[in-house]
């Protein structure tokens, strides 16, 4: 009769693992889809958010330049100074900021910081932005006092 209730218990027992295993495995892929929504979640809010941030900055270059404020400073990001004029990027390639691999720089990084980071003065870079700004609102400008990258392709 011992041996009966043994068995029993043992029969109730492997039951109860069975089921606390099969309930371990329902909730084991229910964490895997709420880990795969939330890093969906964050993926949106990081595009929400650059989209939000780029659309900021248009704006901020807009503004400065419909009141006739626009210049270049060192507390703009790179992406402001890159709104500024369609060679601002060629002119802060050649002073190694952006442009290639090994000169990347974050956009939303101050172009004062981006600049102290590659060990170079900030002073230059700014003449020579404010100089291509100054020459497109109407003024002249000659090439040696814009400095761009030393690299021409062809095709």
Known sequence: ???????LVALVSLFMAWQ?????????????QM??????????TQESQETLQQAITELRIQLLRSQGELQVTGD????????????????????HIGGCTSCAVDGAMRLDLAMA?????LEPVLVALNNLLAASQGGSISSSMLKTPNVELTF
């Open 1 to 7: 009769m011992l041996v009966y209730i043994v068995l």
């Open 20 to 32: 606390a295993n099969h309930t371990n495995k329902d909730l084991s892929s229910r964490l895997a």
């Open 35 to 44: 880990h795969t929504r939330l890093y969906q979640v964050r993926r949106d």
């Open 76 to 95: 703009m990001t790179v992406d402001e100074v890159l709104l500024t004029h369609p060679m601002a990027q060629q002119v802060l390639a050649g002073f």
């Open 117 to 121: 980071s590659s060990g170079q003065p």
